[in-house]
């Protein structure tokens, strides 16, 4: 079975700076899709980024991209000129077959003003 | 476009009671899934649907049953309410493997 991993329970950032959060992953496959989403106290989950394990570059979405490393099977996310809106919970989501995610633990995010 | 609709968003049971959980989608998404989030953790998945009429066990499947009669709607039937129970429940779903789920935005259950 999958397991994804998130090593860092929470995480804290100054206001406009960058902050990188941490997610590695265990599997088999070599073909699989890999997403970043976003839990803010709203409860709401919101997708952030995600990667095709067979393209080899990272994906970006505005402030937000990826360092996906497949042989190491890392995928972290990296959050640029962090905002007070993106206070929240970070999850890691590993999938293959039939739309099934394995979901990492997540990392509560605060940003300091 | 109202996208993946869950209610009730909250609800109490007492042990033993039963309860269905909707979730309905107006993408014409033919896969469907539904998580629980207990406490400080990550989603787990308890049934998923590649379409209408045809429904499989996730990870923690036990005390739930689902129904996919129509593309649109996937409920979620806890049967003899536990404890155990007691979570967020997520439905979501996609168009397709290589996208990001659509969220509902979730049902608070509490079992006492």
């Known amino acids: 079975a999958q397991t994804v991993t998130q090593s860092q329970p929470e995480m804290s950032v100054q206001e406009a700076e960058t902050v990188t959060l941490s997610c590695t992953y265990d599997?088999?496959?070599?073909?699989?899709?890999l997403f970043w989403y976003k839990q803010p106290p709203s409860r709401q989950m919101i997708l952030v980024i995600r990667?095709?394990?067979?393209?080899?570059q990272n994906a970006t979405e505005n402030r937000f991209s990826v360092n996906f490393q497949k042989a190491a099977k890392s995928f972290s996310l990296k959050i640029s000129d962090s905002q007070l809106g993106d206070a929240a919970m970070y999850f890691c989501?590993?999938?293959?077959?039939?739309?099934?995610?394995?979901f990492g633990d997540g990392t509560t995010l605060t940003v300091k003003p | 476009n109202a996208g993946v609709t869950q209610t009730p968003k909250f609800r109490i049971l007492k042990i033993g009671q039963s309860m269905t959980l909707q979730c309905t989608q107006d993408?014409?998404?033919?896969?469907m899934y539904w998580y629980r989030q207990d406490p400080g953790m990550g989603l787990k998945l308890i049934y998923y649907?590649?379409?209408?009429?045809?429904?499989d066990k996730g990870e923690v499947p036990n005390g739930y049953n689902v129904s996919r009669s129509t593309t649109e709607d996937f409920p979620l039937r806890l049967e003899l309410a536990a404890p155990s129970q007691t979570s967020v429940y997520f439905c979501?779903?996609?168009?397709?493997?290589?996208?990001?789920?659509?969220f509902g935005s979730g049902t608070r259950l509490t079992v006492v």
């Open positions: 989501a590993y999938r293959t077959n039939a739309g099934k995610s394995t």
């Open positions: 599997t088999s496959e070599s073909d699989y899709y």
């Open positions: 990667q095709e394990a067979y393209k080899q």
């Open positions: 993408m014409n998404h033919n896969y």
């Open positions: 649907s590649v379409g209408a009429g045809i429904t």
């Open positions: 979501a779903s996609i168009v397709g493997y290589n996208y990001g789920y659509t």
